[in-house]
């Protein structure tokens, strides 16, 4: 039996990861954690695991004693679970890129020190880490993370000018939650990637390439030393990186049917980074280090939530973020403490540049 702790149990990916381990007789849920929403129908599904809504989560983390985090909150309230696992060397499933984005240096340090496993949930990431099983690092020419250009894909800046939040949470391949779909929308989500891949392959931001891809099928491209390019491919559903996470090093059985190919053809183009500036300030931001990514995904987070409730219009939101990344020190966290005080100093300079 694997115990999993599943962190953000009533959001998207958390609600798939409890049909997943339903599926599995192998997996057991020994924690169940939200932000405020209750979590009676988890709970009633798993009367055996400590329940938690909001507040710190490791001292439920230490009590239930996981095999697996399945780390699927959302934003920079993800960060103190994440660095639990990594420390306690308990393998983490992480969806919540903003740990890592965030806390890059100290998470990779404490994975060190802790000696377990990180496993990506992200589609993308769970990709790579597929195509790279087996192959030395020296061999890795460059990575290649595939987007779908989100629903404003192909628009000019000019005609973002008036892009609603309906048509921002339209997304045109993936069904989220509401703030991963706008930072698709912005393409900051696939900036959030960059900067995870860095982080979890460890190469260098010019070894890293982003790709529009509409379809959503290749999720990523691992290219090597030799002239070859290895892809991996599959319906654009969570259910598959997620089943991958919480089995690996196995890979289960999942209801998601083996992809189609006849009929199909797949395109690849650049991403527009005039009409969609939050890729290259996340590029920046990653390249500059020290808390600019925390500083990046703090702003971001602050913009998205205004844009989501009409306090700001859609390219708002990049200018928010770049103003907040142009004002903050950026000065490197030595710990939990000094990072949480950076991604304060972010939000508020954020919150400021909103009026
Ligand atoms: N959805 C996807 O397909 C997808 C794909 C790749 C990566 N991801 C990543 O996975 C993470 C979750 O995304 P999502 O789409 O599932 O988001 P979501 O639907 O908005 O769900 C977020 C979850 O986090 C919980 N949460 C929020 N604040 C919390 C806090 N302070 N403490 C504990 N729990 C908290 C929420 O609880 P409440 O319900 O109580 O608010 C909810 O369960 C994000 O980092 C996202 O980037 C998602």
């Known amino acids: 039996?694997?115990?999993?702790?599943?962190?953000?149990?009533?959001?998207?990916?958390?609600?798939?990861?409890?049909?997943?381990?339903?599926?599995?007789?192998?997996?057991?849920?020994?924690?169940?954690?939200?932000?405020?929403?209750p979590l009676d129908d988890a709970a009633a599904q798993h009367p055996a695991a400590l329940t938690q809504m909001g507040g710190d989560p490791r001292p439920l983390l230490e009590a239930s004693e996981p095999d697996v985090v399945l780390n699927a909150v959302v934003g920079f309230a993800g960060v103190p679970a994440t660095l639990w696992a990594l420390e306690h060397g308990?393998?983490?499933?992480?969806?919540?890129?903003?740990?890592?984005?965030?806390?890059?240096?100290?998470?990779?340090?404490?994975?060190?020190?802790?000696?377990?496993?990180?496993?990506?949930?992200?589609?993308?990431?769970?990709?790579?880490?597929?195509c790279l099983e087996g192959h030395?690092?020296?061999?890795?020419?460059?990575?290649?993370?595939t987007a779908s250009g989100g629903p404003f894909r192909g628009r000019s800046r000019e005609e973002l000018?008036?892009?609603?939040?309906?048509?921002?949470l339209d997304h045109p391949t993936w069904s989220m939650g509401r703030?991963?779909?706008?930072?698709?929308?912005?393409?900051?989500n696939k900036g959030l990637e960059l900067i995870e891949a860095h982080w979890l392959f460890s190469l260098p931001y010019d070894r890293v390439e982003v790709v529009v891809h509409p379809d959503s099928i290749v999720h990523a491209?691992?290219?090597?030393?030799?002239?070859?390019?290895l892809a991996h491919a599959g319906y654009p559903d969570m259910r598959v990186p997620i089943s991958y996470a919480l089995t690996y090093p196995e890979r289960a059985a999942t209801p998601v049917p083996p992809l189609e190919l006849v009929g199909r053809?797949?395109?690849?183009?650049?991403?527009?980074?005039?009409?969609?500036?939050?890729?290259?300030?996340?590029?920046?931001?990653?390249e500059r280090g020290g808390t600019f990514p925390c500083a990046f995904n703090a702003a971001d987070e602050i913009a998205v939530a205004a844009f989501l409730e009409e306090r700001i219009a859609f390219l708002d939101v990049p200018a928010v973020v770049?103003?907040?990344?142009?004002?903050?020190?950026?000065?490197?966290?030595?710990?939990?403490d000094e990072l949480q005080a950076a991604d304060a100093e972010a939000r508020r300079i954020a919150e400021g540049a909103l009026r």
């Open 265 to 286: 053809t797949i395109a690849f183009e650049a991403p527009d980074l005039e009409a969609f500036p939050l890729l290259r300030l996340a590029r920046e931001a990653g």
């Open 221 to 229: 491209f691992v290219r090597f030393r030799d002239g070859s390019a």
């Open 161 to 168: 000018a008036h892009a609603t939040v309906a048509e921002a």
């Open 1 to 37: 039996m694997t115990r999993v702790a599943l962190l953000g149990a009533t959001g998207s990916i958390g609600r798939q990861a409890l049909e997943v381990i339903a599926a599995n007789p192998g997996l057991e849920v020994c924690a169940l954690v939200s932000g405020v929403s």
């Open 136 to 145: 030395a690092v020296e061999a890795v020419h460059s990575l290649v993370l």
């Open 322 to 336: 770049e103003t907040a990344l142009a004002r903050v020190s950026g000065s490197p966290a030595r710990d939990l």
């Open 90 to 130: 308990v393998t983490l499933a992480l969806a919540n890129k903003e740990s890592l984005v965030a806390a890059g240096e100290l998470a990779v340090a404490a994975l060190r020190r802790g000696g377990g496993a990180l496993v990506p949930v992200d589609s993308e990431h769970s990709a790579i880490f597929q």
């Open 179 to 188: 703030k991963i779909t706008v930072d698709s929308a912005t393409l900051a």
